[in-house]
């Protein structure tokens, strides 16, 4: 039962763009906070962005500027769009949802993703 599913993933350049998209399964009732957490070879996972319901966005430091999350709320889909890729972009990205923003911020998030792989050639 995966009820959070990516795409969008593969190999670019640097400096490429790359969308990346996920769908909650309609099963899923009351997500607010939706967005993307990334685990690069040999590093910690690491918060990307969140978007609420209401388009609140929250964005690491780390791609601000580069990467924008967006939201459609009537798809249930949220999207990465990343731009001015980098080598170190490089990482499995996993999807998450929860109802509770904070608890999509804290690492917790109560739905993840099966991940989809970003490879950022130099």
């Known amino acids: 039962q995966r009820q959070l599913v990516e795409s969008g993933g593969g190999l670019v350049q640097a400096g490429g763009s790359l969308r990346l998209s996920c769908a909650a399964s309609?099963?899923?009732?009351?997500?607010?906070?939706m967005g993307w957490y990334r685990q690069a070879p040999g590093k910690q996972r690491e918060l990307v962005a969140t978007?609420?319901?209401?388009?609140?966005?929250n964005v690491a430091d780390s791609v601000k500027g580069r990467f924008t999350i967006s939201r459609d709320n009537d798809k249930s889909t949220v999207y990465l769009q990343m731009s001015s890729l980098k080598p170190e972009d490089t990482a499995v990205y996993y999807c998450v949802a929860d109802p509770i923003l904070r608890r999509a911020l804290s690492g917790t998030p109560g739905y993840w993703g099966q991940g989809t792989q970003v490879t950022v050639s130099s």
């Open positions: 978007i609420t319901h209401g388009g609140s966005t």
């Open positions: 309609g099963t899923i009732f009351g997500i607010n906070a």
